[in-house]
């Protein structure tokens, strides 16, 4: 039961990071029409949300000794990474084509788990990355020649590879006699992406002013100040405590599965609030993806036929890298 329970919750926790990620674009693009650079609101979002989580790194300031390795590749794949990929993305292409895009990362998982870990994976698991790919190609629409900028289809591909460092990394410390703490993670990542964003975006060529007068939300003008406030507390503290939570709680792949309904709900609101219509048949490419997305992170790898995989003792080890990689690792 109380397995039952936990698994409950993780998945309640996975629906709420999806919906307040979803939001992100949607807040900050105004922000950058309104003539912020996309690498100052990430600044702006990833520093004010350090900014929030600063006592509990405090609190959990052991893990500076104990995961160094881990808190550095969260800050800089799934803090700094995908913001900033993501944030850049969406200022040249829509924001539901960036996240579709995005969305490819499970397709990528599943691509971990076969090359880096070796291990083999169910055709229904690769059915899904075809399927992925051709939804992917009709979003962009590709018998047009791309009708799409091209930097900006890169900048959402480069944000979907840190995405994988997301997943990855928020599964990590669980199988320890002292299990990492996944709130100290977020806050030493959201500080460590904050200096990463501070040396590359360069914060103090930003023209503040902007931020005391107001964006324009498709015909409506909204102050500038609240856009940010939902931007660092909801799709960012929020977001990211809930999604790293409920990683814990379920695992990568079946967390991910949830975590697809990110693009559904970033395209529903852009298309309402920042009227960015899609196609029918970018629609169709766009259910293509998060179907062929859905396949890929929720079938099985094939057991191995002989002895353990390459690379693991055949110990709780590999017995934990199975549970994981069939999503059905254990709270």
């Known amino acids: 039961m109380h397995a039952s329970q936990g698994r409950s919750a993780g998945l309640g926790l996975a629906l709420a990071s999806a919906f307040?990620?979803?939001?992100?674009?949607?807040?900050?693009?105004?922000?950058?029409?309104?003539?912020?650079?996309?690498?100052?609101?990430?600044?702006?979002?990833v520093a004010g949300a350090a900014l929030v989580m600063l006592p509990v790194a405090w609190r959990h300031r052991d893990l500076l000794r104990r995961?160094?390795?881990?808190?550095?590749?969260?800050?800089?794949?799934?803090v700094a990474g995908v913001q900033a990929f993501y944030f850049a993305s969406i200022s040249r292409i829509?924001?539901?084509?960036?996240?579709?895009?995005?969305?490819?990362?499970?397709?990528?998982v599943l691509g971990w788990v076969r090359f880096v870990q070796r291990r083999p994976v169910t055709r229904a698991a690769a059915l899904g990355v075809v399927l992925a790919v051709v939804g992917l190609a009709c979003v962009v629409q590709v018998w047009s020649g791309l009708s799409f900028d091209l930097l900006g289809l890169l900048l959402a591909l480069a944000a979907a590879c840190c995405q994988v460092g997301y997943f990855v990394l928020s599964d990590q410390g669980t199988d320890e006699?002292?299990?990492?703490?996944?709130?100290?993670?977020i806050a030493y990542g959201l500080l460590?992406?904050?200096?990463?964003?501070?040396?590359?975006?360069?914060?103090?060529?930003?023209?503040?002013?902007?931020?005391?007068?107001?964006?324009?939300?498709?015909?409506?003008?909204?102050?500038?100040?609240?856009?940010?406030?939902w931007i660092v507390l909801i799709a960012t503290v929020l977001a990211y405590?809930?999604?790293?939570?409920?990683?814990?709680?379920?695992?990568?792949?079946?967390?991910g599965v949830v975590a697809c309904l990110e693009a559904v709900v970033a395209t529903v609101l852009a298309w309402v609030?920042?009227?960015?219509?899609?196609?029918?048949?970018?629609?169709?490419?766009?259910?293509?993806?998060?179907?062929?997305?859905?396949?890929a992170q929720s079938a099985a790898p094939k057991a191995p036929s002989e002895g353990p995989v390459a690379g693991s003792d055949g110990g709780p080890e590999a017995?934990?890298?199975?549970?994981?990689?069939?999503?059905?690792a254990t709270p």
């Open 319 to 328: 017995e934990r890298a199975e549970e994981l990689s069939a999503g059905r």
């Open 273 to 295: 609030l920042l009227g960015e219509h899609l196609d029918p048949p970018q629609l169709l490419g766009g259910a293509l993806v998060l179907v062929g997305a859905f396949i």
């Open 67 to 78: 995961k160094p390795g881990l808190l550095l590749g969260f800050g800089l794949l799934a």
């Open 20 to 45: 307040a990620f979803g939001g992100s674009g949607v807040a900050a693009k105004p922000l950058i029409e309104a003539g912020l650079d996309p690498l100052h609101v990430v600044w702006l979002r």
């Open 192 to 229: 460590i992406g904050a200096l990463v964003l501070t040396a590359v975006a360069r914060p103090w060529g930003m023209d503040a002013g902007l931020l005391t007068g107001r964006a324009d939300l498709d015909g409506t003008s909204v102050p500038a100040w609240l856009l940010l406030g």
């Open 94 to 108: 829509p924001v539901g084509v960036a996240l579709l895009i995005e969305y490819l990362a499970p397709a990528l």
């Open 241 to 255: 405590v809930t999604g790293v939570v409920s990683v814990r709680r379920l695992s990568p792949q079946v967390a």
């Open 177 to 185: 006699a002292e299990p990492v703490d996944p709130l100290g993670v």
